[in-house]
Structures are given as C-alpha cells and as structure tokens.
C-alpha cells in the first residue's frame, strides 16, 4: 500500500492550492481517503475527508467554504483544493487511507496508511 502526496509549494496569502493524493497496491475505491496537516510541535489535525465515491464529505471548520475534497477512482486520486490561504495553513499535509468513515473522520488512529507529506508554505 502506497499513498504520494504532492501539489504542495509556497503561495502568498490569499491563494490557492490544489493537493493531490496518489494510491496504489490496493483497490482505492474501496477505501475513504483523509487529508491531515501537522505543524512542527503540534499534533497532526484532520482538515477533510471523502468517502469511497464522493458521496460524503467531511470539512475542519477551519477550511469549510473555502475547500474542496473530491476524487477520481479512475485514477486512483483524491484532491484537495484549497482556496483563500493564509499563513495559518502553512503545514506538512498528509493524505491517509481510513479504515472506515463517519463520526470518527477526524480520527488519526482511523487511518492505517498515510503518505509521505507535502509542505504547504503560505507567506508574503
């Protein structure tokens, strides 16, 4: 099992960015699929997760309305577009295979797979 995070970069506040999430050696579709964000210091926090098809959709206060997670099974892909950045969202963000997903999304002991990060870096 494998997930390959990447899109991350340095972007000036008010930006946008578009993650995207690679898996492979499973069956992707079978699986709900969490974006996470961790600080240097801080623990790692749920920012969004999708269901196997798109059909539920979970959203941190903190990026609702001004996010968006779909997915493409097709190529086994989840994206997570964020819009309006500021250099709160400045983080390593991870993209994690659930297990299962509900009332438990913000869960990290939920997820049994994770990729390797990309950093987010929102600054003037």
């Known amino acids: 099992v494998q997930l390959q995070a990447s899109g991350g970069g340095s972007v000036q506040p008010g930006g946008s960015v578009k993650l995207s999430c690679v898996g492979s050696g499973f069956d992707f579709s079978w699986y709900g699929i969490g974006w996470f964000r961790q600080v240097s210091g801080k623990e790692r926090e749920a920012v969004a997760s999708?269901?196997?098809?798109?059909?539920?959709?979970y959203y941190a206060d903190s990026v609702k309305g001004r996010s968006t997670i779909f997915r493409d099974n097709a190529k086994n892909a989840v994206y997570l577009q964020m819009n309006s950045l500021t250099p709160d969202d400045t983080a390593v963000y991870y993209c994690?295979?659930?297990?299962?997903?509900?009332?438990?999304?913000?869960?990290?002991?939920?997820?049994?797979?994770w990729g390797q990060g990309t950093l987010v870096t929102v600054s003037s």
């Open positions: 994690g295979r659930a297990f299962s997903l509900g009332n438990n999304w913000r869960d990290l002991n939920n997820y049994h797979y």
């Open positions: 999708v269901s196997t098809s798109n059909g539920v959709k």
